[in-house]
């Protein structure tokens, strides 16, 4: 294989998906590197439309197996005997957190990455997220606004293929929407109550990259509409929803200026002292232990926060002894993730006559309303709230009592209404939060792996008792019965939406990347996964990174045609 390609992209997650489509698409010849093996849309969905019964165990995975291999990874709701293939093996990628200090690291390597597994919510960030830092004085400013990002978020959403309602709110942008997915008639009974008896409250049905009304363009590619089985975590043959492998994969492919290679570890990225610029990166054979150095002009790492990071830290050389672009000493520090596990839920006494129609991959959406036109004293920044109402089905007969027909008779019919709402709300930047490598210990490959210590703080275990509060409030106010506020202890990792660790600031001196996701130390060299964030927001974190990668993937061309790099 060619050693020298103008661009080389780590990871083929969202993150790298979109650069490798954004760079092969303006001329650019990109070399992907993935760390797992080859995944094929459709033919590789072992699990896909599959009825329990269909599957071993009616698709649960022995005790013994769990525990031994996903220790981590079983903490996930989406992991199960249908999707484990797209789940890493704990024992064999390992990391250090501390006992009183856990940290869950939810972790795919394939092709594709975790794009075939996140629970495809797309919300915009607004003004006041990126301007947040600045104003109380956690975290350093953000070097971009909204007004730099606006269009952006056009482009990926008008590709991805973003359905949901606009709304006109000053906390949550409206975007390029397809058709909206219909609420049931508990959601809307509950929507009116709230609205009413909340007037600063909105309650909207999720927005979420699944494809109501494919354009064109989506169809060209191969993708069709949603077929509202929702069991997306099981890979979708249709390419209904968003992922790497049903639409910026195939989008590169026809450009005939990708090339892609698996199985390939990327140890450190390849840093010249004399001209001040990465060359490339080392690669290790995940199968046969083979090294070797790949060349480019470029370098994009979109491993994941941790995974590109961990490269990073492991990338040294004279000029950075403490890892590459590391010259503020900023990388590692500020780990964040989203808090959640904090809300209630409830039966509703109505609407014995109703059901719902399909199984809708999505739910509804309640934006951020503390401290936004006036200061709460309990916490800073906000949460919002993601749940719904549907009727159990006959996998409730799990926990309930009786035996026989008796049993059954009882399951010929749907259970009484429930509504869940579940709080996910922003952690702020803390330099405490942090990651390093560990010398003492190195994966199969021989690289050290990542110690992680990270933890909520006052203002997180605040926010979640208001989370719980308001959820309670907002059900019994809606009419709900039998409401069970709860606030469970999540790990900070759960919510799988960590980021932070080689954040972007103005200041060379306090951050690790510039405006445009550019090392400031390093010109080459662009990091656009979850690890550039300055702060954590309370949305839902990927479409901002797509919209960063996009945006940085273009700068990164027009610097390269105007000789820059």
């Not at 400013?141 to 000053?170: M, N, Q």
């Not at 300055?534 to 996009?550: D, E, R, V």
Request: proline letters at 5%; charged letters at 25%; a neutral charge.
């Amino acid at each position: 294989m060619n050693s020298d390609f103008d661009a080389i992209v780590v990871g083929s997650g969202i993150s790298g998906g979109w650069a490798i489509k954004e760079l092969t698409e303006r001329g650019l010849k990109v070399l992907l590197i993935e760390r797992g093996p080859e995944t094929i849309h459709g033919e590789d969905y072992i699990g896909e439309g599959k009825a329990p019964w269909e599957l071993p165990y009616h698709g649960a995975i022995p005790e013994d197996t769990l525990s031994k291999e996903y220790a981590i990874q079983q903490q996930c709701y989406a992991l199960n005997d249908a999707t484990k293939q797209f789940f890493v093996n704990d024992h064999q990628h390992p990391y250090i957190t501390k006992k009183d200090k856990p940290f869950s690291w939810i972790r795919g390597y394939q092709l594709g990455g975790r794009s075939l597994l996140w629970y495809r919510q797309s919300y915009r960030w607004s003004e006041m997220d990126f301007a947040a830092n600045k104003l109380d004085g956690y975290g350093v400013d953000w070097p971009i606004r909204y007004r730099d990002i606006a269009p952006w978020y056009d482009h990926v959403e008008t590709f991805a293929g973003i359905s949901g309602s606009k709304e006109g709110l000053e906390q949550l942008p409206d975007g390029q929407f397809l058709p909206p997915m219909e609420m049931n008639c508990v959601e809307l009974e509950v929507k009116k109550q709230i609205e009413h008896q909340f007037p600063n409250r909105s309650m909207i049905i999720g927005r979420c990259a699944h494809l109501t009304e494919p354009t064109k363009e989506h169809l060209e590619l191969g993708r069709g509409q949603c077929q509202s089985r929702d069991q997306c975590e099981r890979g979708c043959s249709f390419g209904a929803y968003f992922s790497t492998l049903s639409a910026t994969l195939p989008a590169a492919k026809r450009t005939n200026n990708l090339t892609i290679l698996t199985d390939s570890i990327v140890q450190s990225v390849i840093y010249d002292d004399t001209k001040k610029r990465a060359t490339g990166v080392r690669v290790i054979d995940a199968i046969t232990n083979e090294r070797k150095e790949l060349n480019a002009r470029i370098i994009f790492l979109c491993a994941s926060t941790l995974g590109s990071t961990q490269i990073m830290l492991n990338s040294r050389s004279a000029s950075f002894p403490n890892g590459i672009a590391n010259s503020s000493g900023c990388l590692g520090l500020n780990l964040m993730d989203h808090i959640f596990e904090s809300g209630a839920s409830g039966e509703y006494p109505g609407f014995k006559d109703k059901y719902f129609k399909g199984r809708r991959p999505n739910g509804i959406y309640i934006p951020r309303y503390h401290n936004i036109s006036s200061r709460d004293e309990r916490f800073l920044r906000g949460f919002g709230f993601q749940g719904g109402g549907k009727r159990p089905s006959w996998k409730r007969a799990k926990s309930m009592p009786g035996i026989g027909v008796s049993l059954k008779e009882q399951l010929r019919k749907p259970g009484s209404w429930t509504f869940n709402l579940g709080g996910f709300g922003e952690m702020l930047p803390d330099k405490r939060n942090r990651v390093w490598l560990d010398e003492n210990l190195k994966d199969k490959w021989g690289i050290p792996v990542l110690n992680i210590e990270c933890t909520l703080r006052d203002n997180e275990k605040r926010m979640l008792k208001v989370m719980s509060e308001d959820a309670r409030e907002m059900l019994e106010a809606s009419g709900m019965i039998n409401v069970q506020p709860y606030n469970n202890s999540a790990p900070p990792g759960l919510a799988i939406h960590e980021m932070g660790t080689a954040r972007m600031g103005h200041d060379p001196k306090t951050s690790v990347l510039n405006k445009y996701n550019q090392a400031h130390d390093v010109p080459n060299l662009f990091v656009t996964d979850g690890s550039c964030m300055a702060s954590s927001a309370c949305q839902n974190p990927s479409l901002t990174y797509m919209a960063l990668t996009a945006r940085a993937s273009a700068k990164a061309v027009e610097m390269l045609q105007e000789g820059k790099l």
